[in-house]
């Protein structure tokens, strides 16, 4: 998210990241990977209160930041930050979940070992979701994945959103 992007806050960021709400599994573990400003885990977290979100950030002073949103959300029950790289993290999540963070084959090299057995990647996307999975193909069968595409509508906004979901084969 931008410095010119306050005006389409709500828009193409809040509501665009809880378009997929109703893929996570009730009482889910969930970890947004490359969370940066706390999208989407942190609307996810306030919409789906039954969601265990675990926010991975890097970067130190996004870290801080997300820390600081949480405790004044008063999320601390549900929402944890971690301050690390996907790579080095080594829990398992029911739901590996990530917004503008990088491309399909490379998010699947850092989301795949976070799952657990029966788990899901949902990666939010744009409309070249479908594009950006077939190209895929080599790393989804080299982590034994299988994907599909789902068209979501944004709430409250006449605009559609695209998620990859990804499961074991």
Known sequence: MGPREGERLWDRHILNSIAGASLFPEGAT???VGSGAGLPGIPLAILRQDLKV???ESLLRRANFLDLAVEELGLSERVRVVRARA???????AVVTSRAVAPLPRLIGWCAPLMTGGGRILALKGSSAETELAESAKELRRARLVGVV???A???LDES???IELTSR
């Open 30 to 32: 969930v970890v947004d």
């Open 54 to 56: 675990t926010l991975l």
């Open 87 to 93: 790579e080095e993290h080594r829990e398992r999540y």
């Open 150 to 152: 789902h068209e979501l």
């Open 154 to 156: 944004v709430p409250g």
């Open 161 to 163: 959103t695209w998620a």
